[in-house]
């Protein structure tokens, strides 16, 4: 865990306590990290989770399949990002998402009973973890409100618009990169991945934006 320190000290959840105080931290937390390799699954649709995860290097996806196997992204989780903590947290019966690697990975899984509940060493370190852990969820609330906002456009040439002016915005650049590839973007954004290519093709020529790969310019 040491070879991740200063990861650890860039987690939301972590925020306010002191890097002498994290070690004793994940013990009282029976923190456990596992490795996996790329396009393993972490947590399965169906399946009742009790434990969330922290990337420590690499990256994961939270992916919802309907019946007949279409794929939508909700969320690319990066390195010192949270996923699972809602659901976990929430004691559901069956999760209705799955968590895939998409590239190798180490993730540290934290139950969220020790989390939430005082240990008998009646350590000071939860009600910070709690204050925390609101805030992230709250943040993430906010996040999934504009991906609704993104996917309920009628159109395409919409929900790229409106998703890439947001990315801009954050960016606070014209210019900008983008966290998903071609059909990544387009399971985001719940569209077809061709019709998507064409209007991104019909955008550039219009003089709307330039783009190359997973970089992206607003004209």
């Known amino acids: 865990m040491k070879n991740y320190m200063s990861v650890l000290k860039t987690v939301q959840l972590f925020k306010g306590i002191e890097e002498s105080d994290l070690q004793p931290l994940l013990s009282c937390l029976s923190a456990k990290a596992i490795q996996y390799g790329k396009g393993q699954t972490v947590f399965s649709s169906g399946e009742r989770i009790e434990r969330f995860g922290i990337v420590l290097s690499g990256e994961v996806q939270v992916v919802q399949d309907d019946y007949y196997g279409n794929r939508s992204i909700l969320a690319k989780i990066d390195i010192g990002n949270l996923f699972g903590e809602s659901f976990a947290c929430a004691e559901m019966k ?125 004209l």
């Open 94 to 218: 069956t999760l209705p998402v799955s968590v895939i690697t998409t590239t190798e990975s180490e993730l540290l899984f934290i139950d969220c009973h020790r989390l939430a509940v005082p240990c008998a060493k009646a350590c000071g370190f939860h009600s910070r973890l709690i204050q925390n852990m609101l805030s992230i969820v709250s943040m993430k609330n906010i996040s999934l409100t504009q991906k609704i906002e993104f996917t309920s456009k009628r159109s395409t040439r919409e929900k790229l618009m409106a998703y890439l002016s947001a990315e801009a915005k954050k960016a606070g650049s014209s210019r900008f990169c983008i966290p998903f590839n071609r059909q990544e973007l387009a399971d985001y954004l719940s569209v077809e991945r061709s019709a998507m290519s064409a209007e991104l093709s019909k955008l550039r020529d219009d003089g709307v934006l330039k783009f190359h790969k997973n970089q992206f310019e607003l």
